[in-house]
């Protein structure tokens, strides 16, 4: 596609309650990256995949976080049991290897834990 | 990790001055980016600078990789300008805590 594209553009969930977030990436990016931006705050990095493989979730908060991309294009963010202070903007971005144009953000998911 | 360190972490101008913002970082990298964050919330790439300098129109940067800062330029500032610019640094992108930049008319 044209951008990187994220859904649902805004949830509401329940304490408790299982969430699923899915990034669709730009066609042919080997990168991708998910961050998680509190209110007023900068994006604070949670995970980080190359193709399928993820090289990086030191960022993941807890283990009630849980991100794929199994078939290294299109990746899902899952969060059991949300509580309030998973409340944010999570963020999704792509970029090719070694690029010189740098990394595209999707618009992000607004969640709310009620 | 990388600590990135930005200022100011405010800014107010009149239309139609210059700014500079200025991005630290604690390690040599060899990944740099400004983004401007719309009040949309919208997360724009400014410039992919991990080294030298870029200009696109008013807006232009420069990184010192060897003194592990970035500088971004805006001159004549408009208020669409307004917004919160970061910079994030390295393979994974560490995000500084950004500057909100507001321009008034």
């Known amino acids: 596609g044209a951008g990187v594209s994220q859904s649902p553009r805004y949830k509401v969930a329940k304490r408790g309650q299982d969430v699923a977030l899915r990034c669709d990436p730009i066609?042919?990016?080997?990168?991708l990256f998910w961050y998680q931006q509190a209110l007023g705050q900068g994006p604070e990095f949670l995970t980080y995949?190359?193709?399928?493989?993820?090289?990086?979730k030191s960022g993941l908060p807890s283990d009630r976080f849980f991100a794929e991309r199994p078939e290294g294009s299109v990746s899902t963010l899952k969060i059991q049991r949300t509580q309030q202070e998973d409340s944010a903007v999570y963020l999704c971005?792509?970029?090719?290897?070694?690029?010189?144009?740098?990394?595209?953000f999707g618009s992000g998911t607004r969640l709310t834990v009620v | 990790g990388i600590q990135v360190e930005q200022s100011p972490p405010d800014l107010i101008l009149q239309e139609g001055a210059n700014s500079t913002l200025r991005c630290n970082f604690s390690d040599s990298v060899n990944n740099l980016q400004w983004f401007h964050q719309n009040p949309w919330g919208q997360l724009i790439n400014l410039f992919y600078?991990?080294?030298g300098t870029k200009q696109n129109g008013r807006l232009s940067a420069t990184t010192v990789a060897t003194e592990r800062y970035s500088l971004l330029y805006i001159s004549s500032s408009q208020t669409t300008d307004s917004g919160v610019y970061f910079c994030?640094?390295?393979?994974?992108?560490?995000f500084g805590a950004g500057t909100r930049l507001t321009v008034k008319p």
């Open positions: 066609s042919g990016h080997v990168s």
């Open positions: 971005a792509s970029s090719l290897i070694g690029t010189v144009d740098g990394y595209t």
């Open positions: 995949f190359q193709n399928e493989a993820q090289l990086d």
């Open positions: 994030a640094v390295g393979n994974d992108m560490r």
């Open positions: 600078i991990p080294s």
